[in-house]
């Protein structure tokens, strides 16, 4: 026998606490591994696209990091520019909290006027560091308009003879495995809530 507390102890009743101990363990263990409530889980489709760097950029260059996408195009008058603001703010955040593994994706809905270069330009007005973003062009306009419906769930449209798009304003976080998780207000940001949501991803 042993004694735990000053109290001794039979052989059995160290096996039930050691199971006890076990139990609360993986208890605690569990506890430890949140998870996104009310997940989406909308998968992204296969996609190969061009970057401002006018290199390819595919789903699977991203599959095994998270990451955070957005609509914008280079020419908008209205929301892009306080969005694209917001989002470089956001990339100041994530690395502020040395989170690695960690992209942003801007997927242009005027891609036949918005180029590489275009892109690019566009790009540095916000940030100083491109490493980690990516402004994606190289598809068709009606492309972009169903691929935002089918996979986004959300509105892409070019009226004719206008050069403005109509286009949703949210930020969509997506996991390692190229699944839709959750998406945020992208014009009045909850910048604590993504950011938390992001190492609930990278803990997983």
């Given at each position: 026998?042993?004694?735990?507390?000053?109290?001794?102890?039979?052989?059995?009743?160290?096996?039930?606490?050691?199971?006890?101990?076990?139990?609360?363990?993986?208890?605690?263990?569990?506890?430890?591994?949140?998870?996104?409530?009310?997940?989406?889980?909308?998968?992204?489709?296969?996609?190969?696209?061009?970057d401002q760097n006018g290199?390819?950029?595919?789903?699977?260059?991203?599959?095994?990091?998270?990451?955070?996408?957005?609509?914008?195009?280079?020419?908008?008058?209205?929301?892009?520019?306080?969005m694209t603001a917001n989002?470089?703010?956001?990339?100041?955040?994530?690395?502020?909290?040395?989170?690695?593994?960690?992209?942003?994706?801007?997927?242009?809905?005027?891609?036949?006027?918005?180029?590489?270069?275009?892109?690019?330009?566009?790009?540095?007005?916000?940030?100083?560091?491109?490493?980690?973003?990516?402004?994606?062009?190289?598809?068709?306009?009606?492309?972009?308009?169903?691929?935002?419906?089918?996979?986004?769930?959300?509105?892409?449209?070019?009226?004719?003879?206008?050069?403005?798009?109509?286009?949703?304003?949210?930020?969509?976080?997506?996991?390692?495995?190229?699944?839709?998780?959750?998406?945020?207000?992208?014009?009045?940001?909850?910048?604590?809530?993504?950011?938390?949501?992001?190492?609930?991803?990278?803990?997983?």
């Open positions: 026998m042993e004694k735990i507390g000053g109290r001794k102890l039979t052989r059995r009743k160290m096996i039930l606490f050691a199971l006890a101990m076990l139990a609360l363990s993986i208890l605690i263990a569990g506890c430890g591994r949140e998870k996104i409530k009310n997940a989406k889980n909308w998968p992204v489709d296969s996609f190969e696209y061009t290199e390819p950029l595919s789903l699977d260059d991203l599959k095994g990091k998270v990451w955070v996408a957005n609509f914008i195009f280079t020419s908008c008058e209205t929301v892009c520019p306080p989002m470089a703010r956001l990339q100041q955040k994530i690395r502020e909290e040395g989170l690695k593994n960690v992209e942003l994706v801007s997927f242009s809905v005027d891609p036949e006027v918005d180029t590489p270069e275009k892109l690019k330009e566009y790009a540095a007005k916000f940030t100083e560091d491109q490493s980690d973003w990516h402004f994606l062009t190289g598809y068709a306009q009606k492309h972009i308009e169903q691929f935002a419906k089918d996979v986004f769930k959300t509105h892409v449209y070019k009226p004719k003879n206008d050069d403005q798009v109509i286009h949703g304003t949210d930020f969509y976080l997506v996991n390692q495995k190229g699944v839709i998780v959750k998406y945020y207000d992208g014009l009045d940001v909850p910048y604590d809530e993504i950011l938390h949501d992001i190492k609930v991803l990278l803990n997983e």
